[in-house]
């Protein structure tokens, strides 16, 4: 029998009820900041990835999911789309004026990646995109967005961490100062690192390795070495947050595992997640649009897992709620075209009412509804019909009533 491919999964049922609210929630919030939908391609041209995410980092490197299409073109099913919304806002000259530009996209992301719980090959992210912004004050409006929407879902223990990662300027006289310190204790630190230290010093400082995080102890720090502006912008964003009372910490280990930062980088980590506690991360990425072969437009966003953000519900709100319809069960011919009937006009009034159109007999139909979790059972047989009425049937209650066929939108909008 054909599986799922690994890594990929079907959703349905209740992971699918939390996708929706998550998603419902998502795009309530957003809307009220003035963020807009975007829906780029899952299918990108690889320079799109290699000149932004990087071509030393892990996700370039070993994950993307690549290849030739028929017409000879090298693909690459995107693996993040911070990366193809810039292609977007260039290719379609929607950068312009300086004029800021707020954008939010859901959709799969695909990594070929070793799987854990919550780490997938095929995953969800929602994301959220500025352009055209310098300030810290963009990026405070972000993160309250942010924490706006992970407060609607009555997400907790969640902790914010920081970072500034500077400029490009800045960064030589860093990198500089880890190389001085890596080759003092080379053998402490694993291959990868010894590989990161040529390709992109910064990434030694994310080496999730036991050994490389101890051997980091009293490493240079980034902020050490920022220019004026970043620091001067580091100490902005820190104050904003104190006096909007939004709790974070800063770690100056926290470098992300994109290239494409400059300055502000930042993590959201939950307690509740175990291994895979990081449950969003993002930053400013000043220099991409223009690296892209666009204007010099500064930009800010994030993204958060979105199968990991359904996880966390679960565990903490239990099964998605559920609103089923009610359940209309005509009994024999005459009934079954009187339900199509009725159903239509019901629908046409907005109620969410479910047809049982396999005329079965009402034992079975009643069976089958307590199965699929129906809740409410109106029933139309032939005494019914002759009456005008519907035999309401409360399946959880195990109570019935009898409805005037007329009354019946009304008692359902008051249940
Ligand atoms: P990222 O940190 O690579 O950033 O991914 C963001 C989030 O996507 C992670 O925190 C995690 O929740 C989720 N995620 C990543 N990989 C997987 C996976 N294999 N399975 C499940 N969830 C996963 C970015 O992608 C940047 N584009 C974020 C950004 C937007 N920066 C600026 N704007």
């Not at 299409?69 to 950068?95: C, S």
């Not at 009293?218 to 050490?224: F, L, M, N």
């Amino acid at each position: 029998m054909a599986q799922s491919v690994k890594g990929t999964r079907d959703l349905f049922g209740n992971e699918m009820g939390w996708f929706l609210r998550i998603e419902d929630t998502a795009r309530g919030v957003f809307a009220r900041h003035g963020y807009e939908e975007i829906r780029t391609p899952i299918l990108e041209e690889i320079e799109v990835f290699k000149r932004s995410v990087g071509e030393s980092s892990d996700i370039v490197n070993k994950e993307m999911y690549e290849f030739t299409d028929k017409g000879g073109r090298h693909v690459v099913m995107r693996p993040e789309n911070t990366a193809g919304v810039v292609r977007a806002m260039i290719q379609h000259k929607l950068l312009v004026n300086n004029d800021p530009k707020l954008l939010y996209y859901i959709g799969p992301m695909f990594r070929y990646e070793r799987m854990q719980a919550g780490r997938y090959r095929q995953f969800w992210q929602i994301g959220a995109e500025s352009f055209g912004i310098a300030t810290p004050e963009s990026e405070a409006e972000s993160l309250l967005m942010l924490m706006e929407f992970l407060h609607d879902l009555g997400l907790k223990h969640l902790s914010l961490s920081i970072n500034s990662v500077g400029t490009p300027e800045c960064r030589p006289a860093f990198h500089a100062a880890i190389r001085d310190f890596f080759q003092a204790r080379e053998t402490q630190f694993c291959e990868d690192c010894h590989r990161r230290i040529e390709s992109n010093p910064l990434r030694v400082l994310d080496c999730k390795v036991p050994g490389c995080q101890a051997a980091l102890e009293g490493h240079p720090v980034i902020t050490d070495h920022l220019d004026e502006a970043s620091l001067k912008h580091h100490a902005r964003l820190k104050e904003l947050l104190t006096a909007l009372g939004v709790a974070f910490e800063e770690n100056p280990r926290l470098v992300r595992g994109l290239d494409y930062y400059t300055r502000t980088a930042f993590e959201v980590l939950s307690s509740d997640l175990g291994a895979q506690s990081a449950l969003l991360g993002g930053g400013r990425y000043d220099g991409l649009v223009k690296h892209l072969g666009g204007p010099e437009v500064p930009a800010f966003g994030w993204a958060i897992g979105l199968d990991r953000l359904a996880m966390l519900m679960q565990q903490l709100h239990g099964n998605a709620p559920q609103n089923p319809p009610a359940l209309l069960i005509p009994l024999g011919e005459a009934a079954s075209l009187k339900a199509l009937t009725l159903a239509r006009d019901w629908w046409s009034q907005g109620l969410a009412i479910q047809l049982d159109t396999r005329g079965t007999n009402l034992k079975k139909a009643l069976t089958s509804a307590n199965r699929q979790g129906t809740q409410l059972a109106l029933i139309l047989g032939d005494g019914e019909l002759e009456k005008g009425v519907v035999s309401a049937k409360d399946l959880s209650a195990g109570t019935q009533e009898t409805w005037l066929l007329e009354e019946v939108p009304a008692r359902l909008r008051n249940r």
